[in-house]
């Protein structure tokens, strides 16, 4: 976990003097909120794909995975939620804007997503079948987000 913890400090100090340049800027913001989205969603892959058998389960790279998934989930995210960062207000933008007005449900939302990962990281390299139960509250955790305040495509 400490491991982790490094990796993703020297990648948020890489980032940083991009973003640096001006934190209100609404692109940079949403930038930002891609790049969480993206990792989340790069640690998610090859979890959802040992969880349905469409790669061989590996304990150590799904232990991986899902620790450094529940480190993600721990990071604050509130400041990638600011106004003019919302569908319809920026192009790029898939978050309807009520996910910005409710910050007390975004907030109880991803800490569903913290246990959900959290849960996860302790199962998933323990075998198959733990790894495939505790995808289903991570599931639920971000689709019950996304399908509330994201757009539909």
């Known amino acids: 976990m400490r491991k982790v913890f490094f990796a993703l400090a020297a990648l948020l100090l890489a980032g940083a003097p991009v973003l640096s340049e001006d934190l209100n800027d609404p692109e940079e913001i949403l930038t930002a909120r891609h790049g969480y989205m993206l990792m989340l ?47 319809g207000a920026l192009a790029d933008s898939a978050a309807l804007p009520e996910i910005i007005a409710n910050a007390g449900d975004r907030e109880a939302r991803f800490a569903e997503l913290k246990t959900a990962a959290n849960t996860l990281a302790a199962a998933a390299g323990t075998g198959h079948d733990g790894l495939k139960a505790a995808m289903g509250a991570v599931g639920q955790a971000c689709g019950g987000c996304h399908k509330q305040y994201r757009k539909s495509e």
């Open 41 to 87: 969603a790069n640690q998610l892959a090859p979890l959802g794909a040992m969880a349905k058998g469409e790669v061989p389960y590996d304990a150590a790279t799904a232990e991986k995975a899902a620790q450094s998934l529940a480190a993600l989930a721990s990071v604050d995210t509130s400041m990638v939620w600011a106004p003019g960062t919302e569908t």
